[in-house]
């Protein structure tokens, strides 16, 4: 596994447990040699697991919609930033550039990186490994959720296991390199 893509929030979150795993995600991914991949924002979550793999020695690279290079949010000390002209850019050029995709905590926009991603990968766009970083277990229910659909006949069990998940960036990573 060459690159990362890791969706997470522009927010930090609640607890300081987000922003220390993502600055433990982000190194990690880094000391591996492999390159992260994500949403080019100097903030929240986002920022956190890029300085951390800058930090690290790592190779960073940003994709951000054009809308979204304002100063105060657009990440300026990457290894390499690509500016694109929407939100559905940015996800088709981030899942482009991976070889496996991890999220963590976030809103809207993750779980629609997220599902976007799940998507293709169920119609068979892509064979990239997906994983869910379930931090505190903040995707409990959503987890849950997906297991519903799938005993319910909504999601096949196939595509039900699309979603690999763990609760420690160690372990989820390990899960992705393995299936790669």
């Given amino acids: 596994m060459h690159r990362i893509a890791v969706y997470c929030g522009?927010?930090?979150?609640?607890s300081s447990l987000?922003?220390?795993?993502?600055?433990e995600l982000g190194a990690l991914i880094a000391s591996q040699g492999i390159t992260l991949v994500y949403g080019g924002a100097r903030i929240g979550l986002m920022g956190a697991v890029a300085d951390a793999a800058l930090a690290s020695g790592g190779d960073v690279i940003g994709v951000i919609?054009?809308?979204?290079t304002q100063d105060e949010?657009?990440?300026t000390g990457l290894t390499h930033l690509e500016v694109v002209g929407s939100m559905?850019?940015?996800?088709?050029?981030?899942?482009?550039?991976a070889d496996g995709v991890i999220a963590m905590p976030g809103g809207f926009g993750t779980l629609e990186?997220?599902?976007?991603?799940?998507t293709w990968a169920q119609l068979r766009f892509h064979t990239k490994p997906i994983g869910l970083l379930n931090?505190?277990?903040?995707?409990d229910d959503l987890l849950s959720f997906l297991d519903n659909s799938?005993?319910?006949?909504?999601?096949?069990?196939?595509?039900?296991?699309?979603?690999?998940?763990?609760?420690?960036?160690?372990?989820?990573?390990?899960?992705?390199?393995?299936?790669?």
């Fill in 10 to 14: 522009s927010s930090s979150g609640s």
């Fill in 18 to 23: 987000y922003k220390l795993a993502a600055t």
């Fill in 65 to 68: 919609p054009e809308a979204l």
């Fill in 73 to 75: 949010v657009v990440h």
């Fill in 88 to 97: 559905h850019e940015r996800k088709a050029r981030m899942l482009d550039l």
């Fill in 113 to 118: 990186e997220l599902f976007e991603a799940l």
């Fill in 135 to 139: 931090l505190n277990g903040y995707f």
């Fill in 150 to 180: 799938a005993s319910t006949g909504f999601l096949s069990q196939q595509n039900r296991a699309l979603l690999l998940h763990a609760t420690t960036s160690e372990s989820l990573l390990h899960k992705i390199v393995n299936v790669a």
